[in-house]
């Protein structure tokens, strides 16, 4: 089982450049999740699907970020513009059915906008 | 809505020390608990979790939780430390009110043990 995969692991880029984050959540797990996690505020759910479906986005921070899921086995977190705040630590979960179950996180990708 | 309070932002320790860590979240149904492990540069991991039965849970290397419904509380504990237990600890609960399933987090508590 290769886990939550994401890419990149490392992204720095400028202001103003859009920026593209990738999840692969693990075979069979119906349930996918991004979160962002920086200093000051934590752990933060930005948003997560069930079945591909967006089921609450109301953590994404503003219209700069935008998430799809176009198929089980992949999701992209977009943001466009980036800015320096969105500096963090993005990581994506997945998790099988039901809220029972655990959730498997991947290795994240650290952003840094210059 | 639900939420976690960690009451500890950073906790240090010497090795062989024994460690509780403060976990209490608002909700007073039914709840489901985690707590999950990032060491320095990696994921989150599942540490242990509650959904029904014993309080008293047991999880991977060593700790332990202890779920107390009348105080809110499930708190995380280790009984001797060790230097490789250095890491931020998260605490969670699972909010069935709002969007089903979703877990919430504490805001961490970083451990720092020395040798």
């Known amino acids: 089982d290769a886990g939550v995969i994401q890419s990149p692991r490392h992204e720095v880029t400028e202001m103003g450049q859009e920026v593209t984050l990738r999840c692969k959540p693990i075979?069979?797990?119906?349930?996918l999740f991004w979160y962002r996690q920086t200093m000051m505020r934590g752990l933060e759910l930005l948003i997560y699907?069930?079945?591909?479906?967006?089921?609450?986005d109301s953590g994404m921070p503003e219209d700069r970020f935008s998430a799809k899921m176009p198929n089980a086995s992949f999701s992209t977190l977009k943001i466009q513009p980036s800015e320096p705040r969105d500096s963090a630590v993005y990581f994506c979960?997945?998790?099988?059915?039901?809220?029972?179950?655990?959730?498997?996180f991947g290795p994240g990708t650290r952003l840094t906008v210059l | 809505a639900q939420s976690v309070s960690q009451h500890n932002h950073h906790v240090i320790l010497s090795e062989a020390a024994s460690l509780e860590l403060g976990c209490n979240y608002s909700?007073?149904?039914?709840?489901?608990l985690f707590w999950y492990v990032q060491y320095p540069g990696q994921h989150l991991q599942l540490l242990l979790k509650?959904?029904?039965?014993?309080?008293l849970v047991k999880g991977i290397k060593g700790f332990e939780a202890e779920f107390i419904k009348s105080k809110f509380s499930f708190n995380l504990r280790k009984p001797s430390v060790q230097w490789s237990d250095t890491a931020e600890y998260f605490c969670?609960?699972?909010?069935?009110?709002?969007?089903?399933?979703?877990?919430?987090f504490g805001k961490g508590t970083k451990l720092s043990v020395k040798p």
């Open positions: 909700y007073g149904g039914t709840v489901n």
């Open positions: 509650y959904f029904s039965g014993d309080p």
């Open positions: 699907f069930n079945n591909n479906v967006p089921i609450d």
């Open positions: 979960a997945s998790r099988r059915a039901g809220g029972m179950n655990e959730q498997f």
């Open positions: 969670a609960v699972i909010d069935y009110g709002g969007s089903q399933g979703n877990l919430i």
């Open positions: 075979s069979g797990h119906n349930s």
